[in-house]
Each structure stands twice: as C-alpha cells, then as structure tokens.
C-alpha cells in the first residue's frame, strides 16, 4: 500500500472520529472541544502499527486509554488552576511514559498511551465541555472521546496493514535485544525529556506565557524520540522550518480568506492529508502540517497576527533549544553508537539469513523479513547523518556510508545461492560485526579494521567488488 492510500485511511479515522464526537456534543449540548480532543488522539494512536489484536488486548487497550484520558484531563485543569503543579505533573507522566520502554514492547506501548491525551493537552485548552447534566455529562463525553479515537484508529491500523506471511511486528524484534552495560537507553532518554520538559515550561511561563504549549510541544518532538544528539538536532532544524512555513501559511489563510464553520474544517483535514502523506518524505512537512492546523484551532484565543506569529516562533525557537540542549549534555547518547548498534543487529539478522538459506526450509522468509526490519529500522535514523555528510564531509568510513552499505546487502538476502561461497561470506560478516564492536575502543587491536573497509570485503565476497 502506498504513502497516499495509507495516509487516506488514517484521514478516515481522524475524520470519523472528530465527526462521531462532534455529533455527541451537540445532542448534549456541549462544546466541541471533546470532538478536536477525539481527532487528536486519533491522529496520534494513528502512527501505530502491530499484529492483529485479539478482543480482549482491544478492550484492554481501550480500557487504559479512557483511565488515561481521565487523568490527563485531571492534568489539564491542574495546568489551567495550579500552572507550576501542573507542568510539574505533565513533566513526570511524558517521562515516565519513555522510561517505561525499559520494560519491552507492552510497557512501550503503554508509555505511548499514557504521552497521547497529555500531548493534546497542549494543542486543545484545558476546560469543561459544559454540557447539558454538568460535570458527569463533561466526563462521560471525556471517556467517550477516548472510546472513539480507539476505535476508528484501530480499525484504520487493520485496513492500512500490508504484511508478509510470517512478518512479526518490529516491536518484538526490538524487545530480543540484550540489555548492554550502564544506564539504559530509555532511562537516559527520560530524563533528557524530563529536564527539556522542565526548562521549556520555565522559559515559557516566564517569556511566552500565553505561548507555553508551543515550546512545550516542540520540546516533546524534538527530544521524546531522538536517537542520539544528531537526531535531535535535525529535528529541530526541520521543526523550526516547518513552524515558519506553517505559521507563515495560517497568517495567510486566517489574514486573508478566515475560513469558519465547514469551510475550516475542509481547509484543516485537507492539510492533516498532505502532512500525513508527505511525511516520510520529510518530517518538515508533517511539522508545517501541524503548525498550521494547531494556528487555525487556536484562534479562539485570539487573532493571529504578525506580532502572535513572531511570538510563537520565538516559543518554538525557545522549545528546540530546550529540547537539543538536554539531548546533548543530560547522559547524551552519542549518534554513531547508535548507529553502530543498528548495524550490528542487521549484519547478524544478515548472518543468519545467510547460515540457513540453504537449507530451504520454512523459515527463510521469516529469516528475511527480519533482516528487512533491521534495515528499515537503520533507515529510520539514517536522515540526520546523511544529512551531516552533505553539509560537513564525505567519506567511504562515514556513518552513513556505513548505513548505504547496509541497505545494498537487501537483495543479498533474498537470492543466496553460492553454497561455497557461504563460509567465505560469513567470516566477512564476523569482521564486519569485530569492526563494529572495536570501533573507537580504547582496547582495539592494532590489526583492527576500519567498517567501511570491512563492509567493502563483504560485499566483494558477495559479488560486489
């Protein structure tokens, strides 16, 4: 299935969902700010992916969802009542949502749950929905949104699957790595994002305190997710480009068309498309998306204006600074390790490819289709260090040279055929695997071998050279 069709039926969910919400609104009398909430979090559970649920894990998962939801609108009004208790509460939840991937794919996916409806916190005001019944009526719509959002985002996660017979999801094949030596990786990344968090809600209350959502939220982009100080940083460069060509088109639209009622909606889930769709391609666009939908729901506080766009991009300026400055002085996480611990995982899912293909038994594909993984996962933080190579050098011994090197084993692993040559293949891995492991080692041998040198051996070995 194509980005296109992909991101047409996560639409379908989004737009099922706001729809759905909006409907209970106004049959109790309500304002829709539980509808936006709905179409935010099914924006959000939207990116998922994984093996087909059973009943009982989609009643579970809804369960936790609507438990969180709750909580988090709790968060909300401490946010809108006690700010400093408030951004204290939001600080702690978010890190504890990344600290939880300590624990395997289940907690991963919780944390994930638990960072959804605080995420939207920041995007949707705080407030009752002031429906007919009072408070109970506020809280069943709260619950409800949450129900909503669920449903039609895991129904689109069935429609969009394309997999392979014997495909498992790549959640378990991150969960069989070993646990290395030191402070783990999702420890270091929580409290990376708890101080970024901390110091976002400190500038904004004292600089932009009618902007403190914008620093906040580009913080959580910025700093949530990065693998490493290069991927923070060029987060940050494409959250900041695409907040100026977001916040420079909803200027424009507010300014010159002010699109209300029908007319807005088309306008904000036709731009939801576009970034949905064009972002694989770039997380710029999907930011410039999100900028623009988060200016045009926004605009009950307020006009936008040239002097609220400087302000916001002061805020989100603000925000990507907080948020690379923790990445790279809070225990950072160097990018090349991470690399390199990418690229190890891959050569040895290569290895056993490889060990077994002639053999021809069933497991091959399967075989396979984990190599594939550990190479869309190398994909996934290839853009920042070729991006680095671009703008600084290049090199047969870079990072990302490494990465392409990698990616151009792929048909390798689906056509295997010379039995003799098989030893000879993969003793080139086991090299390969040794340069790895030695690299910038204190201890390395004076014989080591550079991994882009041994990753040209293997592919000479491979028919390459």
């Known amino acids: 299935m194509n980005a296109a069709a992909r991101a047409g039926i996560t639409l379908l969910g989004v737009v099922a969902s706001f729809v759905t919400m909006y409907a209970l609104c106004a049959w109790a009398g309500a304002q829709p700010q539980p509808a936006i909430g709905a179409a935010i979090l099914a924006i959000a559970l939207g990116r998922r992916e994984g093996d087909t649920p059973s009943l009982p894990r989609i009643a579970a998962g809804a369960v936790r969802l609507v438990v969180i939801a709750l ?24 890190a504890l949502s990344v600290w939880l991937r300590n624990f395997g794919p289940r907690w991963r996916a ?9 995420i939207a916190l920041l995007v949707l005001p705080a407030g009752p929905a002031h429906a007919r019944g009072g408070p109970p009526v506020d809280v069943a719509l709260v619950i409800a949104a949450g129900l909503v959002a669920y449903a039609f985002a895991t129904t689109a996660s069935l429609l969009r699957r394309d997999r392979t017979p014997g495909d498992a999801p790549a959640e378990v094949a991150r969960g069989e790595r070993q646990p290395r030596p030191g402070v783990p990786v999702p420890t270091r990344m929580a409290l990376q994002l708890a101080t970024a968090l901390a110091a976002a809600f400190a500038v904004g209350f004292a600089f932009f305190p009618g902007h403190v959502g914008w620093a906040v939220l580009t913080t959580y982009i910025v700093c949530a997710g990065a693998r490493g100080r290069g991927d923070a940083f060029y987060k940050a460069v494409l959250r900041l480009g695409g907040a100026i060509g977001g916040t420079a088109a909803a200027l424009l639209v507010t300014n010159v068309w002010a699109p209300s009622g029908v007319a807005e909606a088309i306008v904000v889930f036709a731009v ?15 930011a410039g998306a999100m900028t623009l939908i988060f ?4 605009r009950t506080s307020g006009p936008l204006t040239a002097d609220v766009f400087a302000v ?11 948020g ?13 390790a991470v690399i390199r611990r990418y690229l190890a995982d891959a050569l040895l899912a290569f290895d056993e490819v490889i060990a077994h293909a002639h053999l021809g038994d069933a497991e091959h594909p399967r075989r396979v289709a984990h190599f594939e993984r550990r190479l869309a996962e190398l994909d996934r933080i290839a853009p920042p260090v070729r991006w680095h190579r671009r703008v600084f050098r290049r090199g047969d011994d870079h990072p990302a040279a490494w990465i392409d090197a990698a990616g151009a084993l792929r048909p390798h692993a689906r056509a295997v055929e010379a039995a003799a040559k098989r030893g000879a293949i993969r003793r080139a891995i086991g090299v390969s695997r040794r340069a790895i492991a030695t690299h910038g080692a204190p201890d390395a041998p004076p014989e080591r071998v550079a991994i882009g040198d041994a990753l040209a051996s293997l592919h000479a070995n491979l028919g390459d050279g």
């Open 71 to 94: 909580a988090a609108a709790g968060v909300g009004l401490l946010l809108h009542a006690f700010p400093i208790a408030g951004a204290a509460a939001f600080v702690v939840a978010l």
């Open 324 to 336: 690379v400055a923790a990445a790279w002085f809070v225990m950072p996480i160097r990018t090349e």
């Open 295 to 298: 200016a045009l729901l926004s």
């Open 312 to 322: 916001r991009l002061e805020a989100i300026l603000a925000g990507a600074v907080c």
């Open 272 to 286: 939801l498309y576009l970034g949905l769709w064009l972002r694989d391609r770039n997380y710029a666009y999907w």
């Open 110 to 118: 919780l944390g994930t749950v638990i960072a959804l409806p605080l």
